[in-house]
């Protein structure tokens, strides 16, 4: 079975710093799909980035960015000129490339404080 | 477009009754998901429908079933409900990709329902 581990529980950063989130997946399968959501107070989840495993090319969006370490089975989230819209819980996810599904394993989340 | 849509948005119920949650997907997506989302377990994957057929279901009692709809609205619903079953339930849609090596496609989530069970 696949799982997802987010280590940081809290993680903070300044208003226009840089911080990095971490999750480390394990999987036997060698084709999957790797996500980083967002969810703010408000609760509502947002896909920040997804990166194909097959691709071996980091994801990027603007100013997130993903570390993708195949290998390791690693997969952290780089969150650059950090602003106070960006604090929320953020989870990891992973979906089989196998089958016909869209089920998604978490992570356990990391909650990010942004301060100014 | 408009987003994935759940209705009611704040649910409170007692111990042994039963409910039923209700998700519009976003126009034109076939595939509906939901998850339960507590403090102790997280978000967990609950079962996943497209074209009105349960195609993947997660490890959860048999008090928790859902159906999808001709029009791909989703519903879900709980019977004899149990104070652990308090949580924010959480819908996804997504459109699908009709190809194959398309990759699957974006989920999108609604606001969630907040179920307190009393």
């Known amino acids: 079975a696949q799982t997802v581990t987010q280590s940081q529980p809290e993680m903070s950063v300044q208003e226009a710093e840089t911080v990095t989130l971490s999750c480390t997946y394990d999987t036997s399968e060698s084709d999957y799909y790797l996500f980083w959501y967002k969810q703010p107070p408000s609760r509502q989840m947002i896909l920040v980035i997804r990166?194909?495993?097959?691709?071996?090319q980091n994801a990027t969006e603007n100013r997130f960015s993903v570390n993708f370490q195949k290998a390791a089975k690693s997969f952290s989230l780089k969150i650059s000129d950090s602003q106070l819209g960006d604090a929320a819980m953020y989870f990891c996810?992973?979906?089989?490339?196998?089958?016909?599904?869209?089920?998604?394993?978490f992570g356990t989340g990391t909650r990010l404080q942004v301060f100014p | 477009k408009a987003g994935v849509t759940q209705t009611p948005r704040y649910l409170i119920k007692t111990r042994g009754q039963q409910v039923t949650l209700s998700c519009s997907p976003i126009s034109g997506h076939r595939s509906v998901s939901w998850y339960q989302q507590t403090p102790g377990q997280g978000l967990q994957f609950l079962f996943e429908y497209f074209s009105e057929t349960q195609r993947n279901k997660g490890n959860f009692p048999g008090r928790f079933s859902g159906r999808q709809f001709s029009n791909s609205r989703s519903e879900m619903n709980v019977s004899t409900l149990e104070l652990g079953d308090s949580a924010l339930y959480l819908c996804a849609s997504s459109q699908v990709a009709l190809l194959a090596g398309w990759g699957p496609d974006t989920q999108y989530f609604g606001p969630g329902t907040r179920l307190t069970v009393l």
């Open positions: 996810a992973y979906r089989s490339g196998q089958g016909n599904t869209d089920k998604l394993i």
């Open positions: 990166q194909e495993a097959y691709k071996q």
